[in-house]
Each structure stands twice: as structure tokens, then as C-alpha cells.
């Protein structure tokens, strides 16, 4: 063998035994082989760290989601809880002032049991055989007026409830706004309740106008019974016997010869 073949083969025995090097992969030595500490991956235990913080950050998530509901239940509660701003309890009352002060104007015989009996007693009662013809005239007058001052009585509340429908109107479209514009249950309900208020007042006054009128209706109907009554008496008076005519001297020609 010549010296270039024997060469050749060592050449060649040189390159098969450092391929395998080449090929392999890169090993870094552990930090322990330059003087740190030794520092060991472990798969699992990395895996257990990420399902750990993944089940944290969804427990955050789920608190946060809680502090929002609560949140938004406190802001709904607060609404809630608002009061409404407007308010036609006012305008309500003195409006049933009015038509009250109207009923206790009443002329002759006002709305009272004890004042209404006594009346029908001696003014509205039996009329007297013994009273004076005079009396039995003034009796009649004070019916009249009495009969007269009830149909102006209630003419005048008619004329009062009339005048609360403007009132009425305008407190109804309020409420009605404010129910409709309502940020929670309380103010929804204090609009309600106002209106129900408003129809409370409405039945008062129309309550009112019926006892007027059937106070004024009332008052001609006993006035007719006492008239009725009176007009008995005077006519048994009339035909009541008495002395009759009595013929007398009668001289046509005074001081006449």
C-alpha cells in the first residue's frame, strides 16, 4: 500500500467518526457544569401551575361578573327607590275644599240631620187649625224661599265641580307624564296612587253635585206636600160654618125724605 492510499483511508475512517457528532443534536451542558444551580423542567408540574392560574383567573372573572351584578342591582334598587318629584296632593285637596265650602254654605236647612227634622217638624209639618190665616201665609212664604235657596245651592256646586274639570285636566296629564316617565317601581307607584287620588276627588265632587241637587229636588217636593196640606186647611176654613148672611134694613137714599 502506498503512502497516498493509506492516506486516503484514514481520511476517511476520520470523517465516518465525526459525522455522527455533526448530526446529533446540541447538548448544553447543565448550569451545574458552570457553577449555578442546578435548575430541572418538569412537565407536569408546569402543567398543574397553568390549570391552577387558569381555574384563579376564572374565579376573578366570576367575582368580578358577581360585583357587577351587584352593582347594577344597587343602581336598580336606587331607582326604585326615588321618589316622584311631582306631586298634585295639593291641588287635590283644595279642590275638595271648595266644593266642601260650597255644601256648607247651604241656605234655610244646611246638610244636618237635627237641623232637616226640625224643620220638618214645624215649617214642612201639619199645618196648624189653630194658627192664623197670616201665619199660615208666612209659613208658605219661608217654604218657598227655602224651596228657591235649594236650587241655587246646588246650582252653585255644579257650578264649583265645573270648575275643578280644568284642575282636573291638567293634574291628570301631570300624572299621567309622570307615570309613563317613571325611573323605578316607588315612582310608578306614587304616580298611581295620585291618580287614584284624582278619582277619589272626581267622585266627591260628583257625590257633591248629587246631594245638592237631590237636597234642592227634596225641598220642592216638600214644599208641594205643605202646600197640599195648607191649601186642606184653608179650604175647610172656607167652608167651616158660621153665622151666615143676616138681612138687615138697607136705605138706598140717605137722609132722603
Do not use: C
Amino acid at each position: 500500500m502506498t503512502y497516498k492510499r493509506r492516506r486516503l483511508r484514514i481520511l476517511a475512517a476520520a470523517l465516518l467518526l465525526t459525522t455522527p457528532l455533526a448530526l446529533a443534536p446540541v447538548l448544553i451542558p447543565p448550569a451545574q457544569a458552570f457553577g449555578f444551580g442546578r435548575i430541572v423542567y418538569d412537565p407536569t408540574n408546569y402543567a398543574q401551575n397553568v390549570m391552577q392560574a387558569a381555574r384563579a383567573l376564572e374565579q376573578i372573572n366570576h367575582q368580578i361578573s358577581s360585583l357587577q351584578n351587584e352593582a347594577q342591582m344597587l343602581m336598580n334598587q336606587a331607582r326604585n327607590l326615588t321618589s316622584l318629584p311631582y306631586s298634585s296632593i295639593q291641588q287635590l285637596q283644595q279642590s275638595v275644599a271648595r266644593t266642601q265650602q260650597l255644601l256648607s254654605e247651604a241656605q234655610q236647612i244646611a246638610f244636618d240631620v237635627q237641623q232637616i227634622d226640625q224643620a220638618f217638624d214645624t215649617t214642612y209639618g201639619s199645618a196648624s187649625m189653630t194658627a192664623t190665616d197670616q201665619a199660615l201665609i208666612s209659613g208658605a212664604k219661608d217654604r218657598w224661599q227655602t224651596t228657591v235657596a235649594g236650587l241655587q245651592d246646588a246650582m252653585r256646586v255644579q257650578a264649583g265641580v265645573v270648575g275643578n274639570i280644568d284642575t282636573n285636566r291638567s293634574q291628570m296629564s301631570a300624572l299621567v307624564g309622570a307615570s309613563q316617565s317613571a325611573t323605578g317601581a316607588l315612582q310608578a307607584t306614587q304616580a298611581g296612587n295620585q291618580l287614584l287620588a284624582l278619582q277619589a276627588q272626581q267622585i266627591s265632587d260628583l257625590t257633591a253635585v248629587i246631594a245638592a241637587q237631590g237636597r234642592a229636588q227634596n225641598l220642592e217636593a216638600a214644599q208641594r206636600a205643605a202646600a197640599q196640606e195648607q191649601a186642606r186647611e184653608q179650604r175647610r176654613r172656607f167652608l167651616e160654618p158660621g153665622a151666615g148672611y143676616q138681612p138687615g134694613n138697607a136705605q138706598m137714599f140717605p137722609g132722603g125724605g
